[in-house]
């Protein structure tokens, strides 16, 4: 079966200073990947998927991603974080039995 | 606009009880999904379905089960609570083909076993 690793369980940034959060997946054949947030209390709520073509995906918030077969990599970034973007992101991999799997998660606390 | 809506939102159980979640979309999806969430290991998935009448497994699936005989409904079992249980529990939908849409998902539920 697929899955995911996000190797930095907690990361710290300050307001305005750019953001790149590590995904790193096991699967076979082509993924389908995907980085989702989940703010305190809440579900998950989609940022951005990648199902084929252009390596670069953009998604919501200003958040962009980029798949790189080569390291089975689907790292999340940002070039300018708000506070408001403090919360859990977690990056997912689809397959074609069906299934989502996650990765453990990583929480972003952003400085003032 | 509903969505994926999970009742109960919060349940203290005894060791031993049973109880069922439940989980219901009303954006005529096919696939629907249970979920753990525990701290430090993300969201695992217990069980899923395709379709009306259908389940599956999924990484931890042992102290659970589901029935989805309503298309909008899909229902989570503990027929005899652990503490290990303790979690909060995800239900998500989504469309029939992967590459047609993102998962949606509830508020969750929080179930604390004593």
């Known amino acids: 079966a697929q899955s995911v690793t996000q190797p930095d369980i907690h990361i710290t940034v300050s307001e305005g200073a750019s953001l790149e959060l590590r995904c790193n997946y096991s699967y076979g054949a082509t993924p389908y990947l995907f980085w989702y947030v989940q703010s305190p209390g809440q579900g998950l709520q989609l940022l951005l998927k990648y199902f084929s073509g252009d390596t670069l995906v953009q998604g919501i918030k200003g958040f962009e991603a980029e798949f790189k077969r080569s390291q089975s990599s689907f790292n999340l970034r940002k070039p300018s974080v708000h506070w408001s973007d403090a919360a859990e992101y977690f990056c997912?991999?689809?397959?074609?039995?069906?299934?989502?799997?996650f990765g453990a998660g990583t929480r972003l606390t952003v400085k003032p | 606009n509903a969505g994926v809506t999970q009742t109960p939102k919060f349940r203290v159980l005894k060791t031993g009880q049973s109880m069922t979640l439940l989980c219901a979309q009303d954006m005529n999806h096919e696939y629907m999904y249970w979920y753990r969430q525990d701290p430090g290991m993300g969201l695992r998935l217990i069980h899923y379905s395709v379709g009306e009448g259908t389940t599956a497994k999924g990484e931890v699936p042992d102290g659970y089960n589901v029935s989805r005989l309503k298309k909008q409904n899909f229902l989570l079992g503990l027929e005899s609570a652990a503490p290990s249980q303790t979690s909060v529990y995800f239900c998500?939908?989504?469309?029939?083909?992967?590459?047609?849409?993102?998962?949606?998902f509830g508020e969750g539920s929080r179930l604390t076993v004593l």
């Open positions: 997912a991999v689809g397959a074609g039995n069906n299934d989502m799997r």
């Open positions: 998500a939908s989504r469309p029939g083909q992967i590459n047609t849409g993102e998962l949606f």
